[in-house]
């Protein structure tokens, strides 16, 4: 009997088949020779998460179903906060608020990359020191940055309208006037957000390489095509970064807002973010199931304009 006929020759198919069982089989006898070890490393991360984030959220979740009295004691409601929440006028205008403030912060984006470019040019002095200087309103307390942009913002005695004053032009009482008081709140958001976009697309900028400036050059392209044609495309994912951070942190608007219009402000109801409606709900008229319901509402918005974001990125964000 031959030994292809006794099955004594293995073919390729059988012997890769065998080398990847005794691979599996190999991982398999690491994973019960470490025990328990990699888990009791990662415990701690997985306990603060739970801990921190998820068992908050599923409270909340509980909460937004209930209603509570004002000692205490909480009484099951079903989804009355969320009837109540989808007929109240005032959430449509705190989201209204919000998307203007979050539009006007992501137009701050183009800015910020045109920015990091400058201070990247080879052989440009003091940019270090530029960096900081971007970079210190973002780090700054949101009540210090409030105040300071409350005396610019005066209506009578600001220096922004002083500034407009010189061209002819009547400014209005920034933060006392409704529909111009979430504009003033966004410039200041953006204004303080502009540093940290600048980092992250500076960084993003040290990893293209010069010789692809040095190849569109060679080619005739101007500095201003190298910029659309080198620059901002390899950027793409440093800019999808730097507009998932700030799309969260915009949603997020509450101290900016509450530090520059002040709690008696008359606008303030009008002028009003998703989150200054929590806030409203849950601190000051004390409703905690209806703010609840609020809390959810951001998270789910947060979450699907994320995913809309992830989604969406397949179509310009270059990986290679």
Do not use: C
């Not at 045109?114 to 990247?120: G, I, R």
């Not at 400036?213 to 080198?230: H, I, T």
């Not at 509450?254 to 998703?274: C, E, H, R, V």
């Not at 000051?284 to 994320?306: C, D, P, Q, R």
Request: glycine content about 10%; charged content about 10%; proline content about 5%.
């Amino acid at each position: 009997m031959s030994a292809v006929g006794s099955g004594l020759i293995a073919t390729p198919g059988t012997a890769v088949a065998s080398g990847g069982r005794r691979r599996r089989g190999a991982e398999a006898h690491a994973r019960r020779r470490d025990g328990a070890w990699p888990w009791l490393f990662v415990l701690p991360l997985f306990a603060g998460i739970t801990l921190f984030y998820l068992w908050p959220i599923v409270q909340t979740f509980y909460f937004s179903f209930t209603e509570w009295g004002v000692f205490g004691g909480s009484t099951w409601t079903g989804v009355a906060n969320y009837v109540r929440l989808v007929s109240d006028p005032d959430l449509y205008r705190a989201l209204g608020n919000t998307l203007i403030y979050t539009a006007v912060v992501l137009a701050g984006i183009p800015l910020a990359v045109w920015l990091a470019s400058l201070l990247n040019t080879p052989g440009l002095r003091f940019a270090s020191v530029y960096r900081v200087l971007f970079f210190l309103p973002y780090i700054a307390m949101p009540t210090a940055v409030a105040m300071v942009w409350r005396i610019i913002f005066n209506g009578d005695f600001g220096i922004l309208n002083y500034a407009l004053s010189l061209v002819g032009i009547d400014g209005p009482y920034w933060v006392s006037t409704a529909g111009v008081a979430i504009f003033a709140v966004a410039i200041v958001g953006l204004w303080s957000s502009l540093g940290f976009s600048m980092i992250v697309l500076g960084a993003g900028l040290k990893n293209i390489p010069a010789e692809l400036y040095e190849a569109a050059e060679l080619d005739g392209a101007s500095p201003w095509r190298q910029f659309l044609s080198v620059t901002v495309p390899l950027l793409t994912p440093s800019i999808f970064f730097v507009t998932i951070i700030t799309v969260i942190s915009s949603f997020q608007l509450f101290d900016l807002l509450y530090a520059i219009l002040g709690s008696q402000n008359p606008i303030l109801p009008k002028t009003m973010s998703l989150v200054y409606l929590f806030y409203q709900a849950g601190f000051v008229t004390n409703e905690k199931g209806y703010a609840a319901s609020v809390a959810m509402l951001i998270f789910v918005i947060i979450g699907l304009v994320t995913l809309l974001q992830f989604r969406l990125q397949r179509r310009w964000v270059q990986s290679d």
